[in-house]
């Protein structure tokens, strides 16, 4: 049982390169989430997907883009990124009422 | 306002104290309450939630809620350095995600 797991764990991007960062999990959750956490500025959310095939976006989500392609992974693509976008992105999931389980985190730079 | 505020710290303790962790909400309809431990560089991992008013313990740690005040709390008994870490506040507002605080970095001196 893996979790949550995201890929990949460093990435460094040029000004206005794509990539998608990539989320799965085995536990059968529902919900899914992308947050980026800054220093100082704590979590905050990007998208969410409560089920499969609905995604809503969160607190900051210009920018990004957001596919749930099926229950286990979640993707978030950036389609040209900035020095802005540079951030820690964690994946996480839930069943209803529970807490949230968080990935290792992708530590993106963008230059 | 932050819906969910922490004071950021550092909260330095010597070791073998009493740590006292505190966090505010703003939604009177919260309804769960969560404690999440953040080691530098790594995830936060769920340490403690509260769903009622009171107290909850678990091992050294103990939650505390007041929903009147708008407010819960976690100690930490006995400090450890190795309790060292940011501490993050979560929410339930009944919303689908967690609202989170900006955390509160623990530091336990030898």
């Known amino acids: 049982n893996a979790g949550v797991t995201q890929t990949p764990k460093f990435q460094v991007l040029k000004t206005g390169q794509s990539m998608t960062l990539q989320c799965a999990q085995d536990?059968?959750?529902?919900?899914m989430y992308w947050y980026r956490q800054d220093p100082g500025m704590g979590l905050r959310l990007i998208y969410y997907?409560?089920?499969?095939?609905?995604?809503d976006k969160g607190e900051v989500p210009n920018g990004y883009n957001v596919s749930r392609l099926n229950k286990r992974e979640f993707s978030l693509r950036l389609e040209s990124a900035a020095p802005s976008q540079t951030s820690v992105y964690f994946c996480?999931?839930?069943?209803?009422?529970?807490?949230?389980?968080f990935g290792p985190g992708t530590r993106l730079t963008v230059t | 306002q932050k819906e969910v505020e922490q004071n950021s710290g550092p909260l330095s303790v010597p070791e073998g104290a009493i740590a006292s962790l505190n966090c505010t909400y703003s939604d009177r309809g919260s309804q769960s309450f969560f404690w999440y431990r953040q080691y530098s560089g790594k995830s936060p991992e769920l340490i403690m939630f509260?769903?009622?008013?009171g107290d909850k313990e678990d091992g050294r740690f103990t939650a505390q809620l007041n929903k009147a005040s708008q407010y819960v709390s976690l100690l930490i008994r006995d400090s450890q350095p190795s309790d060292s870490a940011t501490y993050l506040c979560a929410v339930n507002t009944g919303r689908r995600a967690l609202t989170f605080g900006s955390g509160t970095r623990l530091q336990v001196q030898p």
């Open positions: 509260i769903y009622s008013n």
């Open positions: 536990m059968n959750h529902n919900s």
């Open positions: 996480a999931s839930k069943l209803p009422r529970s807490e949230q389980y």
């Open positions: 997907s409560a089920s499969e095939g609905t995604t």
